[in-house]
């Protein structure tokens, strides 16, 4: 039996090739970012306090919270746009619905 099987099938390399740098994927991009000094302090520090296994880990932590912190700010700005729509009947109605539910967790809880 011949072993041709890989000798002579090697894939040329194109620019579209990616090097993975480990084995395993992790589904995170790299990134290289430039801080002052005082800012890589803050983060070396930090990290280990906020109980982060790295600075990339408190970092990530840190942009997940901005984002989340963004996406509230959107989404309390279109419920207010929202209500702000709102008639002055439509409003009232809404108002005296809320009432009723209340009034239904009030009873529910004694």
Same mark, same amino acid.
């Given at each position: 039996? +011949? +072993?041709?099987?890989?000798? @002579?099938?090697?894939?040329?390399?194109?620019?579209?090739?990616?090097?993975?740098? &480990?084995?395993?994927?992790?589904?995170? @991009?790299?990134?290289?970012? &430039?801080?002052?000094?005082?800012?890589?302090?803050?983060?070396?520090?930090? &990290?280990?306090?906020?109980?982060?296994?790295?600075?990339?880990?408190?970092? *990530?932590?840190?942009?997940? @919270?901005?984002?989340?912190?963004?996406?509230?700010?959107?989404?309390?700005?279109?419920?207010?746009?929202?209500? @702000?729509?709102? &008639?002055?009947?439509?409003?009232?109605?809404?108002?005296?619905?809320?009432?009723?539910?209340?009034?239904?967790?009030?009873?529910?809880? *004694?």
């Amino acid at each position: 039996m +011949n +072993n041709v099987h890989t000798t @002579d099938m090697r894939m040329p390399r194109t620019r579209t090739t990616r090097r993975k740098t &480990s084995g395993r994927s992790s589904g995170k @991009d790299r990134i290289t970012v &430039s801080l002052s000094k005082e800012r890589i302090r803050f983060l070396k520090a930090h &990290s280990g306090q906020g109980g982060a296994p790295s600075v990339s880990a408190y970092v *990530e932590r840190l942009v997940a @919270d901005a984002q989340a912190r963004a996406e509230l700010e959107k989404l309390g700005a279109h419920t207010a746009l929202y209500y @702000d729509s709102l &008639s002055a009947k439509e409003a009232a109605e809404l108002s005296a619905w809320g009432e009723v539910g209340e009034s239904a967790l009030a009873t529910g809880e *004694e």
